[in-house]
């Protein structure tokens, strides 16, 4: 999330001007990683790969166990409502 430190304010990457700068003062921005390192390029609009985001987003990402539960749950409620028109 790119951040401005004058402003002290967040900005969207599509809200950034096309050179990376802020829309209000114009200083550039610097960019950080999920591990807090300052990135060489800063995210635009133009260089947001949000493909290589969203694939290595899904691959650690499992379902929890309470939603499995949820669905499981679920699936025996509709069956038994199901099974109750019969009987
Ligand atoms: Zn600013």
Same mark, same amino acid.
């Given at each position: 999330?790119?951040?401005?430190? $004058?402003?002290?304010?967040?900005?969207?990457?599509?809200?950034?001007?096309?050179?990376?700068?802020?829309?209000?003062?114009?200083?550039?921005?610097?960019?950080?990683?999920? @591990?807090? @390192?300052? +990135?060489? =390029? $800063?995210?635009? !609009? #133009?260089? /947001?790969? /949000?493909?290589?985001? !969203? +694939?290595?987003?899904?691959?650690?990402?499992?379902?929890?166990?309470?939603?499995?539960?949820?669905?499981? =749950?679920? &699936? &025996?409620? /509709?069956?038994? #409502?199901?099974? =109750?028109?019969?009987?």
């Amino acid at each position: 999330m790119p951040w401005c430190e $004058p402003c002290a304010k967040y900005f969207a990457p599509t809200s950034l001007t096309t050179e990376g700068c802020c829309p209000k003062c114009g200083a550039p921005i610097a960019q950080f990683d999920v @591990n807090g @390192n300052i +990135r060489d =390029s $800063p995210v635009t !609009a #133009r260089s /947001l790969d /949000l493909k290589a985001i !969203a +694939r290595s987003a899904g691959e650690e990402e499992k379902a929890p166990w309470h939603f499995k539960l949820l669905v499981a =749950s679920l &699936v &025996v409620y /509709l069956i038994w #409502r199901f099974a =109750s028109l019969f009987i």
